[in-house]
């Protein structure tokens, strides 16, 4: 089994980094972190033209058709540069699910927009804190229309169509929501990174289409989470690589005592912890690529395996970039609270990370009980 990238993979790595560097500097974070704009316009478009959001839609759909693989490897580097785009809201969740269970005609609407950066998506799930669980549903689906809240919805404020999780009598189903309908209002929610913004949707009788069977919501929401759950990851793994590197060439550039500040014991060990969890989080990212490019049955355990393991290596990462820098590092002119912010942003999105360990148990558990028998 190879779990490293082919030299092609490698090559669109370096293709989409230069890209990046040129168009999304930290500056064009902090443009849309301090601006009115909700996201940044032109990188989406750039990024669409390039091929990237479509690089796993199929071309029958106005996808570039390569695969998975690459989607993982776009991913990380948008995680380096903290994008403030809604690849993930739109890609690895929307198209994602409508590539898994939408009806042609579903796809045939909306993929070419999504592949072309005409159309971006959200996923609306969530219906206040804590696990989601079926029982929490709320919002229902009469077969036509959607009535009733969704919140925090990530990117929810500039969406053009939301996928939704609603009760349809006695089922649970998925539903596809044209947010340009009547019906739908949005109220922005305060959130700890303004570049990936929160909102609460509302529904009354918003006219909507489903999304695969009646009663398969649940089972498809799952499938398409854990998919997305490995992107997600590899946006993480970015991120805590990018803080390890900030973390480590300040500890080379400042000086206190006649010493660069990296030579002092303290310094080298916490910089060696946030080596250790970042390489550790790649080696579970790897794997999840792998059953996910492949559809392997170990999906769910790689999923929420890259998921826990990513999220503890961006947080511990952003957090102990900030403790490098020492008091320079809690003041707005530096970047790191740039990476604090969005590794915590990242950490609720599709459930928070004690619901993934949970998860993990869960399967693994499942796993061995299988096995036993």
């Not at 500039?158 to 998925?174: H, K, M, P, T």
């Not at 929610?189 to 918003?206: C, H, M, N, W, Y």
């Not at 060990?269 to 579970?284: E, G, I, Q």
Request: hydrophobic share 40%; net charge negative.
């Amino acid at each position: 089994m190879n779990l490293d990238f082919s030299d092609e993979q490698k090559q669109l790595r370096d293709q989409v980094r230069r890209f990046l560097k040129e168009n999304c500097p930290p500056a064009a974070v902090r443009a849309i972190l301090e601006g009115d704009d909700q996201y940044d316009a032109k990188l989406y478009q750039g990024l669409a033209d390039l091929g990237v959001l479509g690089a796993a839609i199929p071309e029958e759909y106005g996808g570039v058709g390569l695969g998975h693989l690459e989607l993982c490897v776009v991913a990380e580097e948008l995680g380096r540069v903290l994008a403030p785009v809604p690849v993930a809201s739109t890609v690895y969740l929307g198209a994602e699910c409508l590539m898994q269970a939408g009806s042609e005609d579903q796809k045939q609407e909306w993929l070419p927009k999504i592949s072309a950066g005409e159309a971006i998506g959200c996923w609306a799930i969530s219906e206040g804190t804590g696990r989601m669980k079926p029982a929490k549903v709320a919002l229902t689906f009469d077969g036509k229309t959607v009535s009733g809240t969704k919140a925090p919805i990530t990117d929810g404020g500039i969406a053009d169509f939301a996928i939704v999780l609603a009760n349809e009598g006695s089922d649970l189903s998925l539903c596809l929501v044209d947010l340009s309908g009547s019906g739908v209002s949005r109220e922005t929610l305060d959130s700890i990174d303004p570049t990936r913004g929160q909102v609460k949707l509302t529904f009354e009788g918003t006219p909507a289409t489903r999304i695969g069977s009646a009663g398969d919501g649940w089972h498809i929401a799952t499938q398409v989470m854990d998919r997305a759950a490995i992107l997600i990851g590899f946006e993480q793994l970015g991120g805590a690589d990018r803080a390890l590197e900030i973390g480590r060439d300040y500890a080379l550039e400042r000086m206190a005592f006649g010493r660069q500040i990296g030579s002092f014991q303290a310094i080298k060990h916490m910089l060696a912890d946030m080596y250790v969890s970042a390489t550790l989080a790649r080696s579970n990212c790897y794997y999840g690529a792998w059953a996910l490019s492949s559809s392997a049955a170990e999906l769910p355990i790689a999923a929420a395996t890259a998921r826990v393991s990513a999220t503890n290596a961006f947080q511990h990462c952003a957090k102990n970039n900030i403790q490098v820098h020492g008091g320079m590092g809690f003041t707005w002119a530096f970047d790191c609270h740039l990476y604090y912010r969005r590794s915590n942003a990242l950490a609720l999105t599709i459930g928070s990370l004690s619901t993934w360990e949970s998860l993990l148990i869960e399967r693994m558990s499942a796993g061995n009980v299988e096995a036993a028998a």
